[in-house]
């Protein structure tokens, strides 16, 4: 089949960047973002790549969430124009993606096939962190009403809008503590826990093992923020230093987002490589891709221990590269916790074991979680990999806000036999969609099942808050807080709590859930 090479994506460059300084005075994140476009430039090892770079396509930083709200919140206009400023450079297209962490496999996904409609050409990608530096440096609240020049900036033009910008939860959920993913990734391990049919005690060293390993991972990594490899017992067992944040998940198993991190890929067609004179061992395609998104609210999931959309991005993606999951070598599977990790195992078909084949970085509590751009450092990390194996194929899925929004990509040096064709996602995610999932209801009352659940620690290691899923006698579901004496919540924790009846309230204008 004949295949015109203008049309044909490929990766071309990745780069990667880590400012360890601590003290408030590192980069700002336009600047640590070119620093990973230089490398990216360096990695592809030939003058005039970034001169060449038509669309710059930034990731959305946390400030920039719409939920967030300081000071410096949208102090940078055209992020991505101020990237290029930086480097000196003037593409003709500048893109702002929204909130989530499926945003950097979502871009390469849509920017492979701009490319294959001719509609691009070379293309950088970037996204990047400096909350560490942030945190130090506007350590108390007056600070950040101080004018604070290098955080805003203000270059001219507004960048195009990608991605779904939709809110994580909704005002119900929210004020029943469903508003932070600390908070809402534990009720999908409860809900596995007791869907494994495992004990608190048999969960809590599934889930030590499963991240002993990808602390193994990051000790090896030159980008990762922790280089420290730690045991399971370290990982899972509450300490003065490993505190619990909610149940059963210590700190030690969230996601760490204070970071200085950036990582950057460079997209084009084949024919470009060429002229540009980039080397052949340099190219990593991908064979496959797929978007979709879970019912969006978690009021409406089909159940707490599954991913429908995910199921169906991995089917996609496996589908166009012509492979099944027993052909892939390499894996970066979205680690923010571990019930991401475990849920992905699921739906793609893989083990969920202590093995390091799962990550390439080390995972997000380890190498680091740099706001939505974490899998920017796992693809950039996959390319590598690749690269050092040629013909070996790599898959990674990314996923935003609360097991919602997923991006999947597969990738390999080997180059496709046939045009780069993807499949439309609308065309799949209706049937996501269409799933059946129970009702939902706002005003609860009555006898009532805890369908899953977990309870929220304050820093000085005592339960503060109990948030339920449950069912009506009627099979209707609904979100409750339950009573916050001490008993009730450390009763919640006994690993029995699934399954438990009791009677749902209202109670000034949160539900409220008393055990029987």
């Known amino acids: 089949m004949s295949i015109n090479e203008s049309l044909m994506p490929v990766l071309v460059a990745c780069g990667q960047a880590t400012d360890r300084d601590k003290s408030g005075q590192g980069m700002v994140p336009p600047e640590l973002m070119a620093k990973a476009c230089k490398a990216a430039a360096q990695d592809a090892g030939v003058k005039g790549l970034l001169e060449s770079i038509g669309h710059l396509a930034a990731t959305g930083l946390t400030v920039d969430a719409d939920q967030v709200k300081t000071p410096i919140s949208k102090g ?97 959920e929210g004020k029943h503590g469903l508003d932070l993913p600390a908070n809402v990734y534990p009720l999908f391990e409860n809900a596995l826990q007791h869907h494994y049919g495992r004990s608190v005690e048999q969960n809590r060293q599934k889930i030590g093992d499963l991240f002993a390993g990808f602390t193994d991972v990051a000790a090896q990594n030159p980008y990762a923020w922790f280089q420290t490899p730690r045991t399971a017992t370290e990982l899972i067992e509450p300490s003065a230093t490993n505190r619990m944040v909610a149940f059963p998940y210590t700190k030690n198993l969230n996601s760490m987002i204070g970071v200085n991190q950036a990582a950057a890929v460079v997209l084009t067609s084949v024919a470009k490589a060429r002229s540009l004179g980039i080397p052949r061992d340099r190219w990593v395609f991908l064979h496959g891709c797929a978007d979709a998104h879970d019912k969006w609210n978690l009021s409406e999931r089909v159940n707490f221990h599954s991913s429908p959309a995910m199921r169906r991005c991995g089917e996609q993606a496996l589908g166009m590269a012509d492979k099944r999951i027993e052909d892939i070598n390499h894996f970066d599977i979205y680690s923010c916790f571990p019930s991401a990790v475990q849920i992905a195992c699921d739906e793609f078909g893989i083990e969920a074991d202590a093995s390091t084949k799962l990550t390439q970085t080390g995972g997000l509590p380890y190498f680091g979680g740099p706001g939505n751009n974490y899998s920017m450092h796992g693809i950039a990390e996959l390319m590598q990999s690749l690269r050092s194996n040629p013909g070996e194929f790599g898959l990674l899925n990314a996923n935003g806000w609360y097991l919602t929004k997923h991006s999947v990509g597969v990738y390999s040096t ?13 065309s799949y995610q209706t049937e996501v969609l269409a799933e059946p999932a129970p009702e939902f209801t706002q005003t609860p009352e009555g006898s ?18 109990g948030i339920v899923f449950g069912r009506l006698e009627s099979g209707e579901r609904f979100v409750a807080n339950t009573p916050n004496d001490e008993a009730t919540l450390n009763a919640l924790c006994d690993g029995n709590a699934i399954g438990q009846q009791g009677s749902v309230r209202q109670k000034r204008g949160l539900n409220i859930l008393d055990l029987g």
């Open 76 to 172: 940078y206009k055209n992020l991505p124009k101020t990237v290029a400023n930086h480097l000196g450079i003037n593409p003709r297209e500048f893109a702002y993606a929204a909130t989530g962490g499926n945003t950097p496999q979502y871009l390469v996904n849509h920017f492979a096939e701009q490319i294959s409609l001719g509609n691009a050409e070379t293309v950088m990608l970037v996204g990047g962190e400096t909350l560490a530096t942030m945190l130090a440096k506007f350590d108390r609240w007056y600070k950040w009403l101080l004018p604070k020049s290098e955080w805003r900036d203000d270059p001219g033009g507004r960048p195009s809008a990608l991605g779904d910008s939709r809110p994580a939860c909704t005002k119900h």
């Open 448 to 465: 009532a099942t805890i369908e899953t659940f977990t309870v929220l620690f304050d820093r000085t290691r005592k339960p503060k808050r």
């Open 414 to 426: 080997q180059e496709l036999a046939k045009p780069w064709v993807r499949r439309d996602p609308q």
